[in-house]
């Protein structure tokens, strides 16, 4: 029996993770038995097919739109989809830095904590119950101001190595 190439074995995983054909229609596809594709795929899952539903959905709904409304949302799509790897970005490295930080006292731990938690935010989005504890816990202090400063000047370095 002929190995199955490294580049057939990713074809037929990726057609599964799209969740749009079942194992026998990708076996047909790829010229291979079910059994295989069923190897293959196994616990494996269909993590991409939602957006390919969305996408489709995004699709559907420009179609019902006149040209200049749709240049319109392609540009904002884009523009929001910049900020937020921006922000992904942004928060990684802030997560270096803090790391990479020596903490001197409990205050240090505490704030590489919080730096790590707002940088999970970002990246993963916010937790409704983890949202909640943080405002309550926020409700008593006082409103910190923010260096703006220093805010632009790490915004131009990130941006620079964009």
């Not at 830095?97 to 903490?103: G, I, P």
């Not at 008593?140 to 790490?154: G, H, S, T, V």
């Amino acid at each position: 029996m002929a190995r199955t190439s490294d580049e057939k074995i990713q074809a037929i995983l990726i057609d599964w993770r799209l969740g749009q054909l079942s194992q026998r229609h990708i076996a047909d596809k790829h010229k291979v038995s079910k059994s295989l594709v069923n190897k293959i795929c196994n616990g494996a899952t269909q993590d991409a097919a939602p957006i390919v539903t969305a996408g489709v959905q995004y699709f559907q709904e420009l179609a019902k739109k006149d040209g200049q409304i749709v240049h319109a949302i392609e540009k904002t799509v884009d523009d929001i989809s910049k900020r937020l790897e921006w922000l992904n970005k942004a928060a990684l490295k802030n997560v270096q830095e803090a790391m990479s930080a020596e903490c001197i006292d409990q205050a240090d731990y505490r704030a590489r904590a919080d730096t790590i938690a707002k940088a999970k935010e970002v990246v993963a989005g916010k937790n409704p119950e983890t949202a909640i504890q943080i405002n309550n816990s926020n409700a008593n202090q006082p409103k910190q101001a923010i260096d703006l400063a220093a805010f632009a000047e790490a915004r131009r370095k990130i941006l620079e190595e964009y």
